[in-house]
């Protein structure tokens, strides 16, 4: 799940198995590598937390031609009338 795979990826002894790993059969047995704030759920979790929190330049232009666009409209409706 945390890796995305639309498919099954099958994996053999000694492999790193992600949180979210489903296992399809027989008994497994794994070793916790990382916890808290060094796994990799932790990361991607502040990725997006930082992601979210900076607004991209292309959103800044877009707000602007939005704005524009909107002032231009109603302008042109009150001259219509």
């Given at each position: 799940?945390?890796?995305?795979?639309?498919?099954?990826?099958?994996?053999?002894?000694?492999?790193?198995?992600?949180?979210?790993?489903?296992?399809?059969?027989?008994?497994l047995r794994v070793?916790?590598?990382?916890?808290?704030?060094?796994?990799?759920?932790?990361?991607?979790?502040?990725?997006?937390e930082d992601?979210?929190?900076?607004?991209?330049?292309?959103?800044?232009?877009?707000?602007?031609?939005?704005?524009?666009?909107?002032?231009?409209?109603?302008?042109?409706?009150?001259?219509?009338?």
């Amino acid at each position: 799940m945390l890796t995305g795979e639309s498919l099954p990826v099958f994996k053999e002894k000694d492999l790193t198995v992600s949180a979210g790993t489903i296992n399809w059969d027989g008994p497994l047995r794994v070793e916790a590598s990382s916890t808290g704030s060094n796994s990799m759920i932790f990361k991607i979790v502040r990725m997006v937390e930082d992601a979210q929190g900076h607004e991209a330049p292309i959103q800044r232009l877009a707000d602007l031609i939005a704005g524009l666009f909107v002032y231009s409209i109603m302008t042109l409706s009150d001259i219509s009338l």
